[in-house]
T-cell receptor, first 112, second 110 residues
Framework: GAGVSQTPSNKVTEKGKYVELRCDPI?????LYWYRQSLGQGPEFLIY????????DSGLPNDRFFAVRPEGSVSTLKIQRTERGDSAVYLC??????????FGDGTRLSIL | LAKTTQPISMDSYEGQEVNITCSHN???????ITWYQQFPSQGPRFIIQ???TKVTNEVASLFIPADRKSSTLSLPRVSLSDTAVYYC???????????FGKGTRLHILP
């Protein structure tokens, strides 16, 4: 079956621009997570959705970062006024209740 | 969430059994132990989860002693394709964020 799909796989943009990253979870998975990963580090939690609502957004670094999941399926991570420090791989995961998280292969974001 | 300690890196040879040990001295009663594997340019992949004693699946075995303060991931007869980063995680088995450490970078040599 289809796994977690993230688009685009790569995104290059200039400092100050706005970006949107999309995540299509596994069908039927109610929980959705966003992480970001810098080179040589483990993934760092950003936000977690249960259905349409954000159950935990404690990992969002500042108010330039925002995520939505309006219909409880697809999610979009939005970053305003991007900075070079935002460059990383952004990973999305989904899970069934109490089940292991299944990750996509991420979007590699590069801010020039 | 319980903190874990695991080796930064390990080398082994094709065909060998590899054991990666993780320490989690302050594991809580309701915590499970979970291992993920990550290949370059891919997201982490769930390998195995256990609570106590031994768990085995088609990929690996997980050994957990009675005091649960450590655990060992065992990969039988590794191949070059097992070269990856392996993360040990400890937490309750519920929908919640995962706190990843730096993992163990396993390098399999021919």
């Amino acid at each position: 079956g289809a796994g977690v799909s993230q688009t685009p796989s790569n995104k290059v943009t200039e400092k100050g621009k706005y970006v949107e990253l999309r995540c299509d979870p596994i069908s039927g998975h109610t929980a959705l997570y966003w992480y970001r990963q810098s080179l040589g580090q483990g993934p760092e939690f950003l936000i977690y959705f249960q259905g349409t609502g954000a159950a935990d957004d404690s990992g969002l670094p500042n108010d330039r970062f925002f995520a939505v999941r309006p219909e409880g399926s697809v999610s979009t991570l939005k970053i305003q006024r991007t900075e070079r420090g935002d460059s990383a791989v952004y990973l999305c995961a989904s899970s069934l209740p109490g089940g292991p998280q299944h990750f996509g292969d991420g979007t590699r974001l590069s801010i020039l | 969430l319980a903190k874990t300690t695991q080796p930064i890196s390990m080398d082994s040879y094709e065909g060998q059994e590899v054991n990666i040990t993780c320490s989690h001295n302050n594991i809580a009663t309701n915590d499970y132990i979970t291992w993920y594997q990550q290949f370059p340019s891919q997201g982490p992949r769930f390998i195995i989860q256990g609570y106590k004693t031994k768990v085995t699946n088609e990929v690996a075995s997980l050994f957990i002693p009675a005091d649960r303060k450590s655990s060992t991931l065992s990969l039988p007869r590794v191949s070059l394709s097992d070269t990856a980063v392996y993360y040990c995680l400890v937490g309750p088995n519920r929908d919640d964020k995962i706190i990843f450490g730096k993992g163990t970078r396993l390098h399999i040599l021919p």
